[in-house]
């Protein structure tokens, strides 16, 4: 079992900048790789960013790149994810997931979600 919990989520202007924490436990939770995916109303789940646990390698949506960045702490077992320039479009429930798979963009191939965390961008 994998349990997920974010956290950071908010109201803030377009231009506006906010940071989302993903803690993570459970003792399988060194086996999955994490990620973190969106949903607006009426849209399906959308893939972010991934990072790799052990090597720190990163994956970016073409819509987040060079406004987001994903980090994680290993010592801590939590992972961010630093949204920058944020637009109205970028208004969704972000969730982290764990997947078996590394960089995994599909939301089906994920085992475990957190509740997620509101983001909202006013214009």
């Known amino acids: 079992q994998v349990q997920l919990v974010e956290s950071g989520g908010g109201l803030v202007q377009a231009g506006g900048s906010l940071r989302l924490s993903c803690a993570a436990s459970?003792?399988?939770?060194?086996?999955?790789?994490l990620a973190w995916f969106r949903q607006a109303p009426g849209s399906e789940r959308e893939f972010v960013a991934a990072i790799s646990w052990t090597s720190g390698r990163t994956y970016y949506a073409d819509s987040v790149k060079g406004r987001f960045a994903i980090s994680r702490d290993n010592a801590q077992n939590t992972m961010y994810l630093q949204m920058n320039s944020l637009k109205p479009e970028d208004t969704a429930v972000y969730y982290c997931g764990a997947s078996r798979l590394v960089f995994n963009t599909n939301p089906t191939n994920y085992d475990y979600w957190g509740q997620g965390t509101q983001v909202t961008v006013s214009s």
């Open positions: 459970g003792r399988a939770f060194s086996s999955y790789a």
